[in-house]
């Protein structure tokens, strides 16, 4: 029997995540993290949900992010954590079990295979063969870098302004109700 993690939060060698069903038929998340593989015992979205809210955000507020940058776009990526560089990027919709989520940092190049099949070279000296063309694969990583690109962007942007000194104001504590009086 596989080992089975109860729980897992998406880190810095984290290849991929997929949904898979475990012996009792519940559906699962299969993890290619460094050179090993194994099961968690909650689905995908819930494993990346939850890696989310340890960062202090959630799954629907990173797509909500997304589609605020690039755009109304089907399956958008969505960025796990920029200071990590970890950003994921989905080959079906989040909705389908089988949705494989790619590390953006680990896809290392891409080769086709048929015509609706695509080679994916990824780190640590993994292949995945997915069903999906090539160009349609690339179009879907090419948002997440776009997504990283303009992420990165906005979080370096730096903040300068200057405040005319101005003499303060004196506030006072009174009775009744408007209880502050303000004088310049």
């Known amino acids: 029997m596989m080992n089975l993690l109860s729980d897992y939060t ?25 050179e090993d593989t194994f099961l968690v ?15 202090g955000s959630n799954f629907n507020a990173g797509r909500k992010s997304s589609r ?6 089907y399956m958008c990526p969505i960025k796990i954590n920029c200071n990590l560089g970890i950003w994921l990027f989905p080959t079906k919709s989040y909705n ?3 949705c494989v989520w790619f590390s953006l940092t680990h896809v290392k ?13 990824l780190s640590y000296n993994h292949t995945f063969v997915i069903n999906m063309k090539e160009s349609k ?5 090419q948002a997440a870098k776009d997504l990283r690109y ?3 962007k906005n979080s370096q942007g730096i903040l300068t302004f200057y405040v005319e000194p101005k003499k303060g104001l004196m506030i006072r504590e009174s009775e009744g109700i408007n209880r502050y009086r303000i004088r310049k």
Do not use: S, W
């Open 41 to 55: 015992d909650m689905k995908p979205i819930d494993v990346i949900n939850k890696t989310l809210l340890g960062l």
């Open 109 to 121: 190049k891409t080769k086709a295979v048929g015509i609706r099949k695509t080679e994916v070279y």
């Open 137 to 141: 694969f690339n179009q879907r990583k």
């Open 10 to 34: 998406i880190n810095q060698e984290t290849v991929l995540l997929t949904g898979e069903y475990n012996e009792n038929g519940k559906l699962c998340t299969r993890v290619i993290e460094g």
């Open 68 to 73: 605020e940058i690039l755009g109304d776009i």
């Open 150 to 152: 303009e992420m990165t």
């Open 96 to 98: 389908n079990e089988f």
